[in-house]
């Protein structure tokens, strides 16, 4: 089982990127599946959630406005388009799917490798 987080690159200030997130060996489709990011020497910090089986989503305060996580389990993909980019979300951005239950609201069975997104001001 992989997933393998794409998409991100350099972009200006309110610019606008998305990145992918594909999944292979299982399917995601009825599973909860989200975004963190990790800006240089800071924590990973939760970005968004798309609640597979509820079609719910929920977004950390700081992206809420400018950031749409969306999926297409036709294609197991989870996808986060960001716009009106800041600096601030300079971060490696990792996508992550959780198939157990039980587990904590930031706690996820799968990660991605991990994909930079760097915002010049």
């Known amino acids: 089982v992989q997933l393998q987080a794409s998409g991100g690159g350099l972009v200006q200030t309110g610019g606008s990127l998305r990145l992918s997130c594909t999944g292979s060996?299982?399917?995601?489709?009825?599973?909860?599946m989200a975004w963190f990011r990790q800006a240089p020497g800071k924590e990973r910090e939760f970005v968004a959630v798309?609640?597979?089986?509820?079609?719910?989503?929920e977004y950390a305060d700081s992206v809420k406005g400018r950031f749409t996580i969306s999926r297409n389990n036709a294609k197991n993909t989870l996808y986060l388009q960001m716009v009106s980019l800041k600096p601030e979300d300079t971060a490696v951005y990792y996508c992550a799917a959780r198939v157990r239950g039980g587990l904590g609201p930031y706690e996820y069975d799968y990660w991605g490798q991990g994909t930079l997104v760097t915002v010049s001001s």
């Open positions: 798309s609640r597979g089986n509820v079609f719910s989503t």
């Open positions: 060996g299982r399917s995601f489709s009825t599973n909860a």
